[in-house]
């Protein structure tokens, strides 16, 4: 790793002391950064919470949740890149990887040159995956403002006989005045006409 760059944080997940002393020492020799060892799968759930590591290495076998188990429950909380470790050719946990959102896995033993390589490739995915899924909810939050936008224009219109250009100006200087968003002006007609109606 080039000089000048931000440490890749990683934390690893793996319940054998010497593998993950020597994963730590290899790592840090790389120019990377582990922010946390983590012995089982529940306390590898827990410290990717606490730490929100760039990356996860963990181990399919391990105590009170299994790698896969663990990768499913951070993912879901909070998407980060996962390779997983395994000694064990097992064709069935590959459909429990995808669930999980995996993005790499390595048969131990494991060198660390391959380790970088799928660190790197794991790492440049999954900025690729956190970049489509905040264009995504902006595009989700887009849509749903539009929707509050033209229902307000359709209640101006009915209420009080503004011609669509007439509504949308109208809303448009209330948020300015009021210095906020259009659509937190939309809204706020929305749910006074709802309290009107429930008057009626």
């Known amino acids: 790793m080039s000089e000048g760059k931000t440490k890749k944080r990683i934390l690893i997940a793996e319940d054998d002391q010497w593998l993950s002393t020597s994963l730590v020492e290899a790592l840090q020799r790389e120019g990377y950064e582990v922010v946390g060892i983590a012995e089982t799968g529940k306390e590898a759930v827990e410290k990717a919470l606490l730490h929100q590591p760039d ?4 181990d399919i076998r391990m105590p009170e949740l299994d790698g896969l188990e663990a990768a499913y429950q951070i993912n ?28 790499g896995y390595l048969m131990k033993p494991v060198s660390i040159t391959e380790l970088v390589s799928a ?19 902006n595009l989700r939050e ?51 006409a709802e309290k009107l109606l429930e008057k009626n």
């Open 55 to 58: 990356l996860i290495i963990m």
């Open 76 to 103: 879901e909380k909070n998407f980060i890149p996962i390779i997983l470790l395994t000694a064990f050719a097992d064709p069935t946990f590959l459909e429990r990887a995808r669930k999980a959102r995996v993005l």
């Open 119 to 137: 660190i790197e490739i794991a790492f440049n995915i999954g900025q690729q995956i956190n970049h489509l899924e905040i264009e995504l909810e």
């Open 142 to 192: 887009e849509l749903e403002s539009r929707k509050i936008i033209e229902r307000a224009k359709g209640f101006l219109m009915d209420a009080y006989g503004f011609k669509e250009g007439e509504a949308m100006r109208f809303l448009q200087k209330e948020a300015t005045r009021r210095r906020v968003k259009i659509r937190v002006v939309a809204q706020a007609i929305l749910d006074a």
